[in-house]
T-cell receptor
Framework: GQQLNQSPQSMFIQEGEDVSMNCTSS?????WLWYKQDPGEGPVLLIA?????ELTSNGRLTAQFGITRKDSFLNISASIPSDVGIYFC??????????????FGQGTILTVHP | DAGVTQSPTHLIKTRGQQVTLRCSPK?????VSWYQQALGQGPQFIFQ???????QRGNFPDRFSGHQFPNYSSELNVNALLLGDSALYLC?????????????FGQGTRLTVV
């Protein structure tokens, strides 16, 4: 079945450092979504990408839609303790009637040391 | 503007019992999707409801069923509960038109089957 592979699986960084994580797939995606999930909560949408090569920012977060449409990257600049959580990439399969049927990666766990 | 709300937040059931989970979508949204998230995993798509009909379904058995009401709220029903059904159940709402892949999640219902 279709899979999204996120790396790294976990990251331990110092406050103030920049963070990079990525998501790859064997299938083409028309949309890439990045979510953050805190313990015991639902995922919160951070950034949505709709076009190959697109670079979108949301505050200290920047995400890019890969040119091949099979990958995406999320960067967090100047990390702060509240950035702690699990970051998921997600997207609907290209073509067909997959709107709303999101496939998620397994997540990147981010820990920020003060 | 109310976001996606789910009830109850926590639930403990016995193996073999049946459970009903409820979701109210974000104001203005007409599509509801349900996801199951096991511990340490990304959410897995169960099914999606639009116009009171199941539109898409993931790889889940018929024990999982749902309903959407005229006010767009939705229920997820699980029959003959198994221990493996213990998970966080997430509801996501979106718009059928436009950028419907932007799904917004509720806080989830933590189901424990004992």
């Amino acid at each position: 079945g279709q899979q999204l592979n996120q790396s790294p699986q976990s990251m331990f960084i110092q406050e103030g450092e920049d963070v990079s994580m990525n998501c790859t797939s064997s299938s083409i995606f028309n949309t890439w979504l990045w979510y953050k999930q805190d313990p015991g909560e639902g995922p919160v949408l951070l950034i949505a990408l709709y076009k190959a090569g697109e670079l979108t920012s949301n505050g200290r977060l920047t995400a890019q839609f890969g040119i091949t449409r099979k990958d995406s990257f999320l960067n967090i600049s100047a990390s702060i303790p509240s950035d702690v959580g699990i970051y998921f990439c997600a997207g609907p399969r290209a073509g067909g009637t997959s709107y709303g049927k999101l496939t998620f990666g397994q997540g990147t766990i981010l820990t920020v040391h003060p | 503007d109310a976001g996606v709300t789910q009830s109850p937040t926590h639930l403990i059931k016995t193996r073999g019992q049946q459970v009903t989970l409820r979701c109210s979508p974000k104001s203005g949204h007409d599509t509801v999707s349900w996801y199951q998230q096991a511990l340490g995993q990304g959410p897995q798509f169960i099914f999606q409801y639009y116009e009171e009909e199941e539109r898409q379904r993931g790889n889940f058995p018929d024990r999982f069923s749902g309903h959407q009401f005229p006010n767009y709220s939705s229920e997820l029903n699980v029959n003959a509960l198994l221990l493996g059904d213990s998970a966080l159940y997430l509801c996501a709402s979106s718009l059928a038109r436009g950028r419907s892949t932007e799904a917004f999640f509720g806080q989830g219902t933590r189901l424990t089957v004992v």
